[in-house]
């Protein structure tokens, strides 16, 4: 039967307004008036409003302390369109500002942003150079810089570029000179990184910075969650806030075998901005955690509360480089086949260290520790959540909602590792585990020995694996040699 | 009146296909930029003259026949619209008419066809690269390139293996003979400036080689500051993924880094220490 709607004739009349509609659109486009998107905020975690709303909350009600707790955040780290760390007084004191300028790098990030910079600017500073000011493109992810270009530079260098900045200062040189600085100078904004966050990372990453952008759905393993301020392919102990050189490590590299690609190609620049933005992101959830803990403790949500937390996670960051951690000595470059005994023994062994309960005999990460009762199925068994989806259950989300958080130890005959492949890489992993994972930290009677026996082992059961070892052993069999002699291989191994 | 109109449509089509063929400034999209030779990037390969003559070959045949058919076609409309008291002739066709348009297609096809032989089996067929020391693997991958090296030890997928994202590190001395797979879909490895393209079949592994052309190199490369206070040269272009392999495709933009022989071996030796760096802070 068709739907009535099909069966009975339009009417025409809507067409009138819409034509003029259509009219009177194209007429405000002409003249410039472009649509203007509605005002960006950032929405608080699915955990946050679950866990307020299980928290049967006296004095309160869950929508009351949500909108504060989202106006608290929006005091401290401002909204996606105009992300901005909140100076406290004690700071401004000091005369420290959080929030990142040219002014603020130390002088090797400076020297690699400026080299950077005068390859992302090649064509504006050749155009600079060259005095044909007028002509200079807008750069992509630089608003604010086009603001001052346009409103401050551009104007001077059209009317006489050799006029000097500041006469009574000679160092600052004409504005010729000027202009060039500008660009060459240049150190993103918040606001433009997130701008740059919005176009290159929000469709995996979230506008929150929550892994559930559009299409994380699609993504194995889910994209990472920075609002727990928990980062696994990092060089600091388990649980701690990293520092940006692991961030930029990550957005320089990628992660292998994820959808998690290096952006190599951008300026350093441009990633050191995004850096300062993932690190705003992961903070605001951090303290979004603290304060929803907080209501649910005392009640109520205080001013004081707001800004204790406040600082203590901005402590918590900048005490990241302490936690570095590194190998005095000199990395064992090859392992004795005792060695890689005495790995394979402390890999196998169920009381001390437990590997092998979760990576599995042959490593394939399928040992019987990952297995736990299902909580939502009577009988069942279900993978091991990880921390992210432990707090998400613990804060009362359906099933669906954990979906993507369960655990699954490294297999390693896939002879990737996702954290980096070199011996220190995974002796980091080893000694101090994942964090947010259920990978612990080596047990403490665990020799710098034991631990390089330990990678070596790992580094031993990828080698059997490799890919490229395993074509060679197919084509030696094909030509009818032995498939462990190797080919005409040149000398060495 | 409808008459002229098509017909100057039809000569404006005609006037705009020749115009691009000779003159790609105009219309090649993006700041103009040098570095570039009529429509394409300079080539910098040793192999890649007998691609750009297979293009040219092409080129010029399309636009022969381009003029030519435009011509008819303008006449045809031109000449058939007018008023005109005449009845239309009917024709069950010409023989030799067709004999002539299938053969001078099936010649020139002929043509292209022996012409690139010699060129696709100087590029193409693994007996130009046998017993050749693979020297790299690139690996495609869902949305990035990452490249392997053997490292001292001269074999892949041990401890010592050299790894780098995006950026394609090869010399310029000789014959650079590499290996090329893909973790899951397809992909293309599409290096413009060397005139290199293939496909990345998964579950195939593809010997691949190029060779930089010395004095192509010297002409376009830059200084650059070695560790040791010597100088090196490179050339760095876009390597691009050339087949739609999902929604990240555009995000697939790798890099090769062309370096003079001293500049490579600094660049190994660093990745060496780097390989087996304990991450003490200096």
Redesign the interface.
């Known amino acids: 039967m068709p739907h009535p709607s099909t069966s009975r004739p339009l009417p025409r009349r809507p067409l009138r307004p819409a034509l003029v509609g259509i009219a009177l659109g194209s007429l405000a486009l002409a003249c410039g008036l472009e649509p203007k998107a509605a005002e960006l905020r950032y929405s608080l975690n699915e955990k946050t409003i679950a866990e307020l709303e299980n928290a049967q909350l006296e004095d309160v009600a869950p929508a009351t302390a949500a909108a504060q707790i989202q106006g608290a955040l929006e005091m401290l780290f401002g909204t996606p369109s105009d992300p901005q760390f909140l100076v406290l007084r004690e700071w401004y004191d000091n005369d420290q500002n959080p929030n990142p300028a040219k002014w603020r790098l130390d002088e090797e990030t400076f020297a690699a942003v400026e080299e950077g910079n005068r390859r992302r600017f090649a064509?504006q500073l050749e155009l600079i150079e060259a005095g044909r000011y007028a002509e200079v493109?807008q750069p992509r992810y630089a608003d604010d810089l086009w603001a001052d270009w346009t409103e401050r530079v551009l104007p001077q260098v059209l009317s006489d570029d050799a006029a000097m900045v500041d006469p009574s200062d000679e160092e600052l040189g004409t504005w010729k000179d000027e202009a060039a600085y500008v660009f060459e100078s240049h150190y993103p904004t918040l606001r433009e990184s997130s701008r740059m966050y919005r176009q290159q990372c929000l469709h995996c990453h979230g506008t929150e910075g929550g892994g559930d952008g559009p299409?994380s759905p699609?993504l194995s393993p889910r994209p990472r969650d920075y609002r727990d301020g928990k980062f696994k392919w990092v060089?600091v102990e388990r649980n701690t806030a990293p520092r940006r050189e692991d961030l930029l490590h990550i957005l320089?590299?990628?992660v292998?075998?994820t959808?998690m690609?290096?952006f190599?190609?951008f300026s350093r620049g441009e990633l050191e901005g995004l850096v300062d933005y993932v690190r705003l992101l992961a903070m605001r959830g951090q303290v979004e955690n603290l304060l929803t803990a907080a209501v649910k403790s005392e009640g109520y949500l205080s001013a004081a509360t707001v800004l204790e937390n406040y600082q203590f996670v901005w402590e918590r960051w900048d005490k990241a480089p302490e936690r570095?951690?590194?190998?005095?000595?000199?990395?064992p470059?090859?392992a004795a086949p005792e060695m890689i005994e005495h790995g394979r023994q402390l890999f196998l062994n169920t009381k001390v260290g437990q590997c092998v309960t979760c990576h599995g005999p042959e490593g394939r990460g399928n040992g019987e520790s990952i297995w736990e009762l299902d909580p939502f199925r009577d009988g069942k068994m279900r993978r091991r959540l990880d921390e992210w989806g432990t707090a998400r259950q613990d804060a009362g989300l359906p099933e669906a909602a954990l979906k993507g958080f369960e655990t699954s130890p490294r297999n390693f005959q896939q002879?990737v590792f996702r954290g980096g492949?070199?011996?220190?890489d995974l002796y980091?992993r080893i000694k101090y585990g994942i964090s947010g994972t259920i990978m612990p930290a080596a047990p403490a009677e665990f020799s710098d020995e034991d631990i390089w026996s330990l990678v070596?082992f790992v580094?031993h059961l990828?080698?059997q694996s490799?890919?490229?070892?395993l074509?060679d052993a197919k084509v030696a069999l094909e030509e009818g040699r032995s498939a462990h002699e190797?080919a005409?291989?040149?000398?060495?191994? | 009146m409808m008459r002229l109109i098509v017909t100057a449509l039809f000569t404006a089509l005609l006037v705009l296909g020749v115009w691009t063929f000779f003159d790609s400034t105009t219309f090649l999209l993006g700041p103009e930029r040098a570095g570039y030779r009529w429509w394409w990037p300079t080539d910098v390969s040793t192999y890649g003259g007998g691609i750009d003559l297979l293009f040219v070959v092409i080129g010029v045949m399309i636009l022969v026949f381009f003029v030519l058919t435009y011509v008819v076609l303008i006449g045809a409309v031109f000449g058939a619209s007018r008023k005109s008291e005449e009845k239309a002739a009917f024709t069950h066709g010409n023989h030799k008419l067709e004999l002539l348009w299938t053969a001078v297609p099936a010649v020139l096809l002929l043509i292209i066809a022996f012409s690139q032989m010699q060129t696709w089996a100087a590029i193409k067929f693994r007996g130009a690269i046998a017993g050749e020391e693979i020297r790299a693997e690139a690996i495609a991958e869902q949305f990035d390139w990452r490249f392997r090296y053997p490292g001292t030890d001269g074999v892949f997928g041990t401890v010592d293996d050299i790894h780098s994202a995006t950026d394609f590190v090869v010399p310029v001395d000789d014959k650079f003979v590499f290996h090329l797979r893909s973790n899951d879909v397809l992909h293309s490895f599409f290096v413009p400036k060397l005139r290199l393209k293939q496909d990345a079949v998964p579950g195939m592994t593809i010997p691949m080689w190029l060779e930089v052309d010395p004095d192509r190199f010297a002409r376009e490369a830059q200084a650059i500051e070695l560790a040791d206070g010597s100088e090196g040269r490179e050339l760095v272009v876009d390597l691009i993924c050339a087949e739609l392999c999902g929604w990240g495709h555009y995000k697939m933009a790798g890099r090769v880094r062309m370096l003079s022989k001293n500049a490579f071996e600094a660049w190994m030796a660093e990745q060496e220490a780097l390989r087996f760096d304990n991450g003490e802070p200096e």
């Open positions: 064509l493109p299409t699609y060089a320089m590299e990628g292998n075998t959808a690609p290096p190599a190609r570095y951690v590194y190998f005095e000595d000199d990395v470059r090859e002879a492949g070199r011996p220190i980091r070596y580094l990828v080698e490799d890919v490229a070892r074509i190797p005409a291989q040149p000398s060495g191994h």
